[in-house]
């Protein structure tokens, strides 16, 4: 099963995100990683490998970003692993495209297709 | 059921516990092509309208009017403005008339349904509680007889509608994050407004 | 200035994309409204009713909201406010929406502009 | 300075002193623009090169590569992965080489400056480091002389192209949000890339 990382500035944000794409995907592993280890706000690329580590399950990790410079963060994080194939960084709407990933990754789809269902959602109606 | 607020009252409290009786089924339902809260979210909110029903008003709309706001204060989910709006426009729709008549309960019904659509914007075959309520309100509207016939012909046409959405493939709501994959189900809201109509039903006869 | 209230199903969330937003928008009111009192995820129409009272400072409100449902409770509270006009909701990415929304408030903008600013803000770059 | 590892460690330590120096300016520049963090960011990165640089490498590469992932792994902001890119990429293009020539360096410029691109995404104008780098890259390959002179070359180069930034709308990063309102002032990054290239030259003469 695919699993999700989830690259945010504050770690509430990538926290309460994790919770909420959860409910419709139970056995996902959906990782948040939030925020500076001091607490305040940016993205700590070393939390972000040690939860692509933690996502992967076998099948690859996509990986979801807030704003632009997470964005750069998780396309470092992705490129020093040792296998870069293994996972890939997801230009979708933060929230929405989570949610929908997480569905498709519940669904048993693969990458391209979790990464899809990530880079095509919009609000929901 | 007495057509007066009281009789609604006493609707209200059947209805309440037909939802509490159900809870683990919406659960389970929801649980399937949803987040799984359907039925906690309906118990939470008639649990609260429960505690508001004493003097709830003197009118059927007054009554209504309560139960909408609770509902929208207390669900939570979808179901809150959904059901919420639903009963406010029904309650509007009802006025300050001290009774209910078969029309009026009919038109009642198709005020709620005007409005869940107004707030959700689902279709028909979206795979949503539009799908029970729609061919509710028509049974409801092409049955002659007392109020307790109009009410059963909107149950048993609210109950094949939520049977008829197990095929279908959601374009509304949580469920239509699952695409295909919600085929196979039935929608939560469907049975629970089959749900609903059944017990206001068996109130009234 | 324009206020802005975040409706979401999870109070991390919100508070989490409060404080991101915040960043770059230091004197925009910027209320979270996620999660049920119980802590559980859901949307509280009265915690969101509030929100938008207190973020109301004179030239009106803009509601993002994270799911369809979150959006239902949005705009049943812009519906019962005395004077609707003065709030609405945004059909705008939640994350992305809310920082393009602070920074347009944040300028000076009206509830147009702020409006524009959410519904046209992508992933940024 | 001397061209070995040991010069590029002492250089690392001024540019260390001149980021702390320069915090507040930085902030200042960042809360116009952008969050507000930059100094803050670089300051806190560069404490932590600081406290990796004894014995950090035997050769001018491999203490750019130490320098490379301490910012990446301490920095925060974009910053982080821009300049951590950058040094990754001198590193790279130094490779083993004991000693740095006046070509080498212009030369692990360049492999900055495209590693800086290729993360980042931006263009010279978009009001970013890119066009502070841009123009320092290009005074150095233009520069014939000592280390010093290839240094001073782009660290003038770059205080120009900061400068130079002040009118420009953003186009990436934070302060594209702003739009319009994003002209009139200098770009934090640019400005903090001119103080880099300016402790380097100042250590290397
Ligand atoms: N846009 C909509 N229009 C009509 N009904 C909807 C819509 N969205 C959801 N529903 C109904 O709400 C039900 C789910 O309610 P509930 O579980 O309480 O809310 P949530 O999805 O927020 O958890 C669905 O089964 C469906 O019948
Ligand atoms: N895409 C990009 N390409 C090049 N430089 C960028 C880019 N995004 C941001 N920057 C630079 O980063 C600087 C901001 O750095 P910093 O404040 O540390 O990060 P953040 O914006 O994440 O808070 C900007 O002033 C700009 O020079
Ligand atoms: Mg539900
Ligand atoms: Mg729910
Ligand atoms: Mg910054
Ligand atoms: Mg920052």
Known sequence: ?125 | MTCNAEGVIAAMRSVAQVVEAHRDELVTLDREIGDGDHGENLKRGFTAVLSKLDNAGDTPGAVLKIVASTLISTVGGAAGPLYGTGFLRAAAKLGTAETLTPESVADALQAALDGVVARGKAEVGDKTMVDALTPAVAAARETSGSIADVLKAAADAADKGAQDTVPLVARKGRASYLGERSAGHMDPGARSTALLLRAFADAAS
Do not use: C, N, W
């Not at chain 1, 995100?17 to 939030?34: C, F, H, K, N, T």
């Open chain 1, 1 to 125: 099963m695919i699993g999700l990382v989830l690259v945010s500035h504050s770690a509430r944000l990538a926290e309460g995100l994790a919770e909420l794409a959860a409910q419709m995907a139970p056995d996902v592993r959906i990782l948040p990683a939030g925020g500076l280890s001091d607490g305040t706000l940016g993205t700590d690329f070393d939390a972000v490998s040690t939860a692509v580590d933690r996502a992967e399950s076998g099948d690859g990790v996509l990986l979801l970003y807030d704003l632009g410079s997470a964005k750069m963060t998780a396309d470092l994080a992705v490129e020093m692993l040792g296998d870069p194939s293994r996972a890939a960084v997801a230009d979708a709407p933060f929230v929405e495209g989570a949610v929908a990933a997480a569905v498709a990754a519940q669904g048993g789809g693969d990458l391209d297709t979790v990464m899809t269902a990530a880079v095509s959602a919009g609000a929901p109606e």
